[in-house]
């Protein structure tokens, strides 16, 4: 068994995770350069070896690099999570919030926002809201009996997500519209803005949390993808093994949300780019998402903060930049069917 699928769960060819390691670290410096207060590269190398201009270590270690980092670890995840879903799910259409984690997500920081909690417990109450979401769905989709389960899980998941935006839209309404509705609305809309490495070191243990179960259960993924039946002649639990990996994607998801509020379209496009690259081998697919992943959204925040006077809320970007790869990919298919 072991031997049969090691073609299918190999790790990406050397070449191209050297050139997608090459071209993150150019993008990492370029984004450290790019900003209101203009950096030179002597200038970053010198702030980097704690030398230097002392104003500019403050905008390399205290604002650029932790931005850099959230964008990293962010689009990353993302893009990991929604590899897994696709495959899990066996539809390339599918994204991260297929269960209802960003609603859920979403309602446990504008809860946060309502009760003018602090900045912590609003991400805390995102992280929470996102697991509490899937975890409902996942209870739920365990009492339902004689029924395909992963169609149970993707309704529940729409039900339960509809349910969350609908508490969101009463808390927005319920909301002081001077000061909470405002603060809800650029959250909602996902944003890196003021982002600190406190921020972040929470985040990041979950992500590689998440990730490392992905990793080491990458082939039994795309037994999965088979259906379960097939998983089952194989002889892979499929009913175990499919609440493990809902559980680290979710995770995944939950946490970098907390982290950066609602950020979509990273989860749908980036996994369809891997997939073109690598071909559908959960193996190849996951580390390839993960750099690409990472890479765009970095691409797109340093736009996000640089392409206007005012800073563009990151889901307007990814929105404006999935939704026309969205129409493409309809289109392709359709063709493909014809």
């Known amino acids: ?3 049969g699928t090691t073609p299918n769960v190999a790790m990406p060819g050397l070449t191209l995770t050297a050139g997608l390691l090459a071209a993150l670290i150019v993008l990492a410096f370029g984004a450290v350069l790019i900003g209101p207060y203009g950096l030179s590269p002597g200038q970053v190398v010198l702030a980097l070896l704690g030398q230097g201009d002392p104003q500019a270590q403050i905008v390399v270690w205290h604002i650029r690099l932790p931005r850099v980092g959230a964008a990293l670890l962010v689009g990353a995840a993302l893009a990991a999570a929604g590899a897994t879903y696709q495959a899990l799910f066996r539809n390339p259409l599918v994204s991260p919030d297929i269960l209802g984690v960003s609603a859920g997500a979403g ?3 504008v809860a946060g926002i309502f009760l003018s909690l602090p900045v912590a417990a609003i991400q805390g109450a995102a992280f929470v809201g996102g697991m509490a979401a899937v975890g409902i769905v996942m209870l739920v989709g365990a009492m339902v009996r004689n029924a395909d389960q992963t169609l149970t899980l993707v309704l529940l998941g729409v039900v339960v997500g509809a349910l969350a935006g609908a508490a969101t839209s009463l808390l927005k309404v319920m909301a002081d519209p001077y000061d909470q509705l405002p603060a ?3 959250w909602l809309l996902g944003s890196l803005a003021a982002i600190t490495t406190r921020d972040i070191l929470p985040a990041l243990p979950m992500v590689l949390m998440g990730l490392l179960p992905l990793a080491l259960l990458r082939w039994r993924i795309n037994v999965l993808s088979l259906g379960d039946e097939e998983a089952r002649a194989l002889g892979v639990e499929a009913g175990r093994t499919r609440l493990v990996v809902i559980a680290a994607a979710t995770l995944i998801t939950a946490s970098v949300t907390a982290l950066a ?3 979509g379209w990273v989860g749908l496009v980036i996994p369809h780019i891997a997939r ?7 193996g190849r697919l996951l580390p390839t998402s993960v750099l690409i992943g990472a890479g765009y959204l970095l691409l797109v925040d340093t736009l996000a903060r640089t392409i206007a ?3 563009v809320p990151l889901g307007v970007l990814t929105a404006v930049i999935g939704a026309p790869f969205f129409v493409w990919l ?3 298919g359709r063709r493909g069917w014809s």
């Not at 073109?276 to 959960?282: D, E, K, S, T, W």
Request: zero cysteines; proline letters at 4%.
């Open 309 to 311: 006077a005012a800073e």
């Open 261 to 263: 509020g609602v950020v």
């Open 1 to 3: 068994m072991g031997q």
């Open 330 to 332: 309809l289109a392709r």
């Open 184 to 186: 809800i609305t650029f």
């Open 107 to 109: 309602l446990g920081a």
């Open 276 to 282: 073109m690259l690598v071909g559908p081998g959960f």
